[in-house]
């Protein structure tokens, strides 16, 4: 089975905090994503990597920067935590192959909450 | 750029009934997938059911299908004989199938939450 892991359920920082997210796959997937959920607004995709060392800006990708040094590690960081990032945090994975469905396989999400 | 709509942030059903889930989208590509993504409370999202837009046969997974309309722009996701497992987060979800580098991303709607009713 595809494993996705987080490295924390839940999380509370202070306002100004540098927050590090940390997200690992272990299928050899190409691609990674850090998502963002919200009640009412469903899942807004923050950033992706589509290989290591390569990322692309997703739609809020304000307040947030990302880290591919490994293929199995993707990180999301937040530079100086706000009150309005106060929110679950998913990360996701999926093979590279543009023939095919793609299916994104989850992590169980971190629910980060900034004071 | 494309978005998804549901339409109904809530739903309930009772055990054993079915209840069908809208989705609606908005495109100008004619090659795209279309998935339905379950959250259970405290658990991970996990894939539901999935569909390719040239595929006029409309998907189905045991008890889930889908109504795929694609003039109408519409994938709805019925669930039969529901059982109180079925209670979770919706979420319906459009990926195109442009060939490019960034075409594995997803598009979310807003989720409904489905409650399964004893």
């Known amino acids: 089975d595809v494993k996705v892991t987080q490295s924390s359920r839940y999380l509370v920082k202070r306002t100004g905090e540098k927050v590090f997210l940390e997200c690992v796959q272990d299928?050899?997937?190409?691609?990674m994503f850090w998502y963002r959920q919200d009640p009412g607004l469903g899942l807004r995709l923050i950033y992706f990597s589509y290989d290591v060392k390569m990322k692309e800006k997703g739609d809020i990708p304000e307040g947030y920067s990302v880290s591919r040094e490994k293929k199995e590690r993707f990180s999301l960081i937040l530079e100086s935590a706000s009150t309005n990032q106060t929110s679950m945090y998913l990360c996701?994975?999926?093979?590279?192959?543009?023939?095919?469905?793609?299916?994104?396989?989850f992590g169980p999400g971190t629910r980060l909450t900034v004071l | 750029a494309q978005t998804v709509t549901q339409s109904q942030p809530e739903m309930s059903v009772q055990e054993a009934e079915t209840v069908t889930l809208s989705c609606t989208y908005d495109?100008?590509?004619?090659?795209?997938?279309l998935f339905w993504y379950k959250q259970p409370p405290s658990r991970q999202m996990i894939l539901v059911i999935r569909q390719e837009a040239y595929k006029q046969q409309n998907a189905t997974e045991n008890r889930f299908s889908v109504n795929f309309q694609k003039a109408a722009k519409s994938f709805s996701l019925k669930i039969s004989d529901s059982q109180l497992g079925d209670a979770a987060m919706y979420f319906c979800?459009?990926?195109?199938?442009?060939?490019?580098?960034?075409?594995?991303?997803?598009?979310f709607g807003e989720g409904t939450q489905l409650t399964v009713n004893p």
């Open positions: 495109t100008s590509e004619s090659d795209y997938y």
């Open positions: 996701a994975s999926s093979f590279y192959d543009l023939t095919s469905y793609n299916e994104q396989f």
């Open positions: 979800a459009y990926r195109s199938g442009v060939l490019e580098t960034s075409g594995s991303r997803l598009t």
């Open positions: 299928m050899d997937h190409e691609n």
